[in-house]
């Protein structure tokens, strides 16, 4: 069965996930077409992401002339049809967190994935967050192509749900598919009943390679690690703050901010503020196999972000064995267990999180080891790639 997968930017290092997803559809005996709006220039530093990049089709390069060709195909062959889109395209506009010439682009770009996803013969095409990539499918859909699905991550999608149409999409789509319970709660919210049916749970997963490492006994060093883009809602400078207050108190400690992103400068001033050079080091971008060099060189993960959908990494740092520290937000709490596989605390709580941290930090190796096996046991259950887009696979099967 030949599908095609949709995203804004594909690869990308946070989009790990995607690519994991693609992978265990083929090895499920799919056939996937990847197309991506941009990322055909990125900067890459995992092999992975390079071989994926190398198969990739891209929207946008090319520029003008290559969006046009098919736009005037479209108009040529079915105008009717690119008329009603474009109607459904202005519609999308209308109340909208861009302007109504953005979904025109919209539908231009839905012109040239149509005309790829009819050569390659795709009977379904699947896209990832409910923005505008889910916006192209919907119009491609509209002009005559394969049925649509999408997979909400949030929270993103849960900001601002009214300004990107988030019930019309559901409503004419053939299934969505929720990473968390949670998530499946609020797209309840934004259509009626009758369209409740056509939401599913499915977790994004990790390959067998992230289970079958070999158990990494938890270093005796009182490090911990914080893998993520460094932006307002993953909480790196509260984590700062709690950490000023674990040094007032002479408590020893090193974090590891593993990631970069637009807000690296306003961390950087703020550690030299509180004096924090010698206990904070910050990695930059780093590959899949540096990330989990860095997970396994810590006694825990520590995630406080003030908002999210599920995060992979902590399924990765649970699979490697160790305990998350993180915030009660979102699908968070489906898969941490306070005092279980991790400690929960408020997003927000500055003082909270320090107790949280001080207290890991004081915990024995021991009990840090029984509670990396319990975080192993529980994300073993819920978050195995092969069983997630198995669950997938039957879906696309039933509404290709």
């Not at 479209?74 to 953005?102: C, E, H, I, K």
């Not at 992230?210 to 790196?236: D, I, M, N, T, Y």
């Amino acid at each position: 069965m030949r599908i095609a997968y949709f995203i804004n930017q594909y690869p990308k290092v946070s989009h790990s996930f995607i690519r994991r997803e693609i992978l265990a559809l083929e090895r499920q005996g799919f056939e996937v077409q990847r197309i991506a709006l941009r990322g055909w220039d990125a900067q890459l530093v995992d092999a992975e992401d390079v071989s994926e990049q190398a198969q990739t089709h891209y929207v946008l390069q090319g520029g003008v002339k290559a969006l046009a060709v098919p736009v005037l195909q479209v108009l040529r062959d079915q105008p009717r049809r690119f008329f009603s889109t474009l109607w459904l395209a202005l519609r999308m506009g209308l109340r909208a967190d861009r302007p109504w010439p953005y979904h025109v682009i919209y539908l231009f770009e839905a012109c040239r994935l149509l005309s790829w996803l009819q050569v390659f013969g795709a009977r379904h095409v699947h896209a990832h967050f409910g923005t505008n990539s889910t916006e192209v499918v919907m119009l491609a859909h509209a002009l005559g192509g394969p049925a649509y699905s999408f997979t909400v991550h949030g929270p993103e999608e849960f900001d601002k749900p009214q300004f990107i149409h988030l019930g019309e999409k559901v409503r004419r789509a053939a299934f969505v598919a929720a990473i968390s319970s949670y998530g499946r709660s609020q797209l309840f919210r934004w259509v009626e009943h009758a369209h409740w049916e056509k939401v599913k749970v499915v977790h994004c997963g990790l390959e067998r390679a992230f289970h079958e490492v070999p158990a990494v006994a938890v270093p005796s060093v009182p490090r911990l690690v914080c893998v993520g883009r460094l932006c307002e809602q993953k909480g790196q400078l509260l984590l700062l703050e709690a950490a000023r207050k674990l040094a007032a108190q002479g408590v020893a400690f090193e974090i590891v901010l593993a990631g970069d992103g637009e807000m690296r400068a306003e961390i950087e001033t703020l550690i030299a503020r509180h004096g924090l050079q010698a206990q904070v080091r910050i990695t930059g971008w780093i590959s899949s196999d540096q990330v989990r060099t860095e997970i396994l060189a810590a006694r825990a993960l520590v995630l406080p972000s003030f908002a999210e959908g599920l995060p992979v990494v902590i399924m990765e740092a649970m699979a490697l064995r160790r305990p998350v520290l993180t915030t009660c937000v979102a699908g968070i709490p489906e898969l941490v267990r306070q005092g279980e596989n991790g400690w929960l605390f408020p997003a927000g709580a500055v003082d909270e999180l320090a107790v949280a941290l001080a207290d890991c930090l004081a915990q024995p190796v021991e009990v840090l080891q029984r509670m990396g096996d319990a975080a192993y046991q529980r994300v073993l259950e819920r978050h195995d790639i092969d069983t997630e887009a198995a669950k997938l696979a039957e879906l696309f099967k039933a509404h290709a």
